[in-house]
């Protein structure tokens, strides 16, 4: 168990959208590991770090946690499997 | 061409090219939309149409001023469609528009996307009106435009046809010198100390509000649009007027409040759950109280008026004033004094701000747990709007 967890977002741009919660001391690690995979994200107004890949839209205050993963037309399950195996997120059954 | 918004922090409005504008996601405008239109009283696709057109008209005359040639018209056209969020068009192959102009992008379609496949029929008329209104502003010609495919139907793009009209001009609406709203004055009180509203708005505000390369805006956990403020009243004065026709206008009023009420619970759901929330505003609140005072700032940075809480008892009831609400100004620019209070959105979104800060359950099983009535109104001689939302019986 990594203790990282996710909670469902409604009233999204899309359907599946989740808000990923990772335990303090593993936030930044999974930032780098997400960098490596993705590339570098934007920082926005306000602070707001935002990730674009092909598949989703990853969205986060300055300070990395929580992460809110948004879907984008056509996404794909190997990408969101990957985002998984990046931040340590082992599943919880609930889509 | 450059657009840039001018954001007027005390009266909370919002102007593009001179022009009003407010924001609104697209939970609200698709679900206003398909209230409208799915109206079979009406012709509701219809009047969705002739107020994008009328509205836009307006828009565009004031934001192309300046612009020489008809190319650049056009373009600038385009450029502010897409700065404001509704999406990106373009001519195939570039240059002026012959028989098609396509949409890669589009505010509607995502709206409409976002609640599946309910409707698998074209839903950019929206950008029907404006695509004829920028083809007579910008070229001086009157076009008819037909989405022939959608992406909400399934297709890649939205492809608009393009026919000559009959050459019927198009006109936007007549303005007075003065704006009924502009004497509306907010006057702030603070139900929550812990709460800095200024400072929420101010911040709130300053987001650069602007379509990104798809000529949309992704904020908040919600696509967002700066939606011209005329097309907002005259959509709503042309469809009561035709639902008051077919005799059945209390119907059209209690609908559209319900649309504005579900906005409440989806868009400020979206607000909520956003990494701008938790970067500015989470950090402010320390109960669920706090969390209601500083929704309704948020909302204050969307142009829609001044207005805030002036009453709240946890659980149970809001009271909300509202000093130059768009409504009831709108109300008063086209209709003049009403018998009947006009600010069916604000009453929609007291309701649902209370059921999603009190309700219980999903978002969808929160609908009409609270209800909410405005019992003053600009609209009908009062100096202010006031809202009242309680539990519903």
Redesign the interface.
């Known amino acids: 168990m990594t203790g990282v967890h996710r909670e469902r ?7 599946g ?1 989740f ?1 990923y919660y990772l335990p303090k001391d593993q936030t930044q690690p999974a930032w780098q590991r997400m960098v490596e995979a993705f590339g570098p994200p934007r920082v ?7 990730l674009e890949t092909p598949s989703f ?1 990853l ?4 300070w990395g946690n ?1 992460m ?1 993963l ?1 879907r984008k ?1 056509g996404w794909r399950e190997s990408d969101l499997r990957l985002f998984h195996e990046l931040i340590g997120f082992l599943g919880d059954g609930r889509e | 061409m450059a657009f840039a918004t001018i954001v007027d922090h005390e009266h909370a409005r919002r102007t593009v090219s001179g022009q009003a504008v407010v924001l609104h996601c697209h939970h609200y405008n698709a679900r206003l939309q398909r209230a409208i239109e799915g109206s079979i009283a009406v012709d509701g696709a219809g009047i969705w149409r002739s107020s994008a057109e009328r509205a836009w008209v307006g828009t565009l005359e004031s934001a192309l001023a300046g612009s020489a040639s008809p190319r650049e018209r056009w373009e600038a056209a385009l450029a502010l469609y897409a700065f404001l969020g509704f999406g990106k068009l373009g001519v195939p192959g570039g240059g002026l528009p012959d028989r098609e102009v396509v949409a890669t992008s589009s505010h509607f379609a995502e709206g409409w996307s976002a609640r599946g496949t309910e409707r698998r029929e074209p839903v950019c008329t929206f950008t029907e009106g404006f695509l004829r209104a920028a083809a007579w502003v910008a070229l001086g010609r009157d076009i008819v435009v037909h989405e022939s495919a959608c992406q909400q139907a399934g297709a890649a793009v939205c492809h608009f046809a393009l026919t000559a009209g009959a050459g019927r001009p198009l006109r936007g609406l007549a303005r007075p010198d003065t704006h009924p709203g502009d004497d509306g004055r907010p006057s702030p009180v603070a139900v929550r100390a812990g709460v800095d509203e200024r400072k929420i708005i101010e911040t709130v505000s300053s987001l650069p509000v602007t379509g990104d390369e798809r000529g949309l805006v992704p904020a908040f956990n919600v696509f967002l649009a700066s939606m011209p403020v005329d097309f907002y009243n005259l959509v709503t004065a042309d469809y009561l007027r035709a639902m008051r026709e077919s005799g059945v206008e209390s119907l059209g009023r209690r609908l559209l409040i319900q649309v504005a009420e579900i906005c409440g619970l989806n868009t400020f759901s979206g607000i909520r759950s956003s990494a701008e929330w938790d970067a500015l505003i989470a950090p402010m609140c320390n109960d669920t109280e706090d969390e209601m005072v500083a929704l309704v700032a948020v909302s204050n940075a969307l142009g829609w008026g001044s207005w805030q809480v002036t009453e709240l008892v946890p659980g149970e009831s809001m009271r909300l004033r509202s000093a130059n609400g768009y409504e009831a100004e709108g109300t008063l620019q086209l209709l003049g004094p009403s018998p009947e209070p006009s600010c069916l959105m604000l009453t929609g979104v007291a309701a649902g701000l209370m059921a999603l800060v009190y309700g219980t359950g999903s978002v969808r099983e929160r609908v009409g747990q609270f209800s909410a009535k405005e019992h003053r109104c600009r609209a009908t001689g009062f100096d202010a709007c006031e809202f009242s939302a309680a539990e519903a019986a």
């Not at chain 1, 969205?59 to 300055?62: C, D, E, K, L, V």
């Open positions: 977002v409604f009233s999204c741009p899309r359907d959208t808000k926005g107004a306000a602070g707001v770090v935002t839209t969205r986060a205050p300055s929580p809110t948004i037309r």
